[in-house]
């Protein structure tokens, strides 16, 4: 199961079978009885009319107009950005049962819910404070935000004092001060506050708690930007300052824009591009661009023209690089030297940003433009170091096409055939996993009579146990019929149709699988599973004798051997069985 970490198998099975995927989808999206399903507009694409489906029964969800599907805890995934361990504890914590997690090395951090509750206080104190302080509402207004964005963001000020969060807090001795970060233990005991003479921005995550915050000098002063260190709630390489606030609208216009600073992303909000989140002082992570990705079609990382700019979003590029999907856009935007996204939006407007947005340059332009950048293609040495430094930066894509198109732009760029070039890196063609071809005596099911089948088994997939066991399949529908009965064969326990969509999110076969649920959304509940899974059983066994026999009364009797007329007759006899079989 994809991303499961330590989390037991078992235990995932146990909680979709635990948990109702119509209460789950409520806490986001209002749904409506439809028959058997219920259903509403689809969260994750614009549309009119309702498309989106919900089964009570089979605990999944399926949309007939964007295809997105999966399992409550693929919804959650999808709706919140969370991550599977992140998503499952939500989910578990929702329930009241505990995730357990198998032995392992690495030690685990459970965080005290106390400390959640000190963030917010310290978050109410600096919002109280700003209002108090005429010279940081003078910044923001100099900065052109209005006090309805400043509380969306929940911004505040951390006055210029040692120990403010003496006002805020029952004991400022507390140790769980220190360990949020708020609070900096020095020698013989002494504590003074981390952030003052601040404006404080919380981090918030996508379960709208705030983990921690980052402070702006509001006069010359250094650092620029102060922000938390890492705590057991906050680790810089998973959150995004603004993606709490932000889901929505990057939902809707299924595009992020990645920024530098807070300001940034609040000046953006300001002026009506409310779809910004911020890295929070570090590079932009694997993680980062995978939480994004599963939000939206589009992700454009907008840094500063300048030196430390232009370092930011290579090594933006280098971490997107194994995160890339075909059909998503990754693209760069660079801005003159002299501006941020802030002065950018405030100087020349929403509609100029937002057509900069447009024109951002693709990552496949980017990356072939830094490259070439370095190297003199009109010499033999140049071009060869085109193959080399292209390599390693190429190797680490996964998507297949995203992959496919790079090496035949770099192959033309260095005057290579794109076999040479994928001969040199030593890149196998990439072939469908294939079965072992069935044996001539057992002929394949045809294919629409494995659709039906696989249907079937979506909704009831303890029915794999009847398959006979010389039962062979081809195809796509034929390879998840097996992979089923492998996975089946393995989990001992019963399962179900949410843990059996769970197990194949993600792999090959989630294709065949996803085709199946939508069909099983348009079937009744009086729909008798068990009867169509023996009828169509039968048919196929019928089809399959029948056409063995065929073709061996074409060579004639007397073109027979011995043991293909014994052979025939065996097949008489099995045709006669079934025939005679009730129902």
Known sequence: MKGAGLIPKSFIQDLLNRLDIVDVVERYVPLKKAGANFVACCPFHNEKSPSFTVSQSK????????GAHGTA????????????????????????????????NVPQHKVAPDLYDLMQSATRYYREQLKITPRAIDYLKRRGLSGEVAARFGIGYAPDDWQNLKAAVPNYQDAALVETGMVIAGEEGKRYDRFRDRIMFPIVNVRGNVIGFGGRVLDKGEPKYLNSPETPLFEKGHELYGLFQAQKAIRAHQRVIVVEGYMDVVALA??????AVATLGTATTPFHVQKLLRLCDQVVFCFDGDRAGQKAAWRALENALPQLQDGKRLGFLFLPEEHDPDTYIREFGTE???????????????LLRELTSQVDLKTQEGRSALMQKAQPLLTAITAPT?????????AALAGVTQAELEALWSIKPVAAPQRPAPPKSKRAAPAGGLRLMLRCL????????????????????????????????????????AALIQHFQGSL???AFTVAQGEVMHLGEDFDIQAEFTGLLRKMQRESIESEMSALLAKGLGGMSQVERDRHEQLKQALQQLKAQPG
């Open 402 to 410: 995203t992959a496919l198109l790079l090496r035949k732009e770099v």
């Open 59 to 66: 605990q999944f969800y399926h949309c007939f107009g964007c």
């Open 458 to 497: 979506v909704m009831k997939p303890e029915l794999v146990r009847e398959l006979p066991k010389d039962f062979q399949a081809e195809g796509g529908e034929g390879a998840a019929i097996h992979a089923l009965a492998d996975w089946l064969n393995e989990s001992a326990d019963e399962t179900s149709t």
């Open 352 to 366: 100029a940003f937002e057509h900069e947005l447009d024109n951002s340059l693709p990552l496949s332009g980017y």
């Open 509 to 511: 076969h989630e294709a």
């Open 73 to 104: 805890i693929g919804f959650v995934m999808e709706h919140t950005g969370m991550g599977f361990v992140e998503a499952v504890e939500d989910l578990a914590k929702g329930i009241g049962v505990t995730v357990p997690q198998e032995a392992s």
């Open 270 to 275: 300001q002026n009506g591009v409310e779809y």
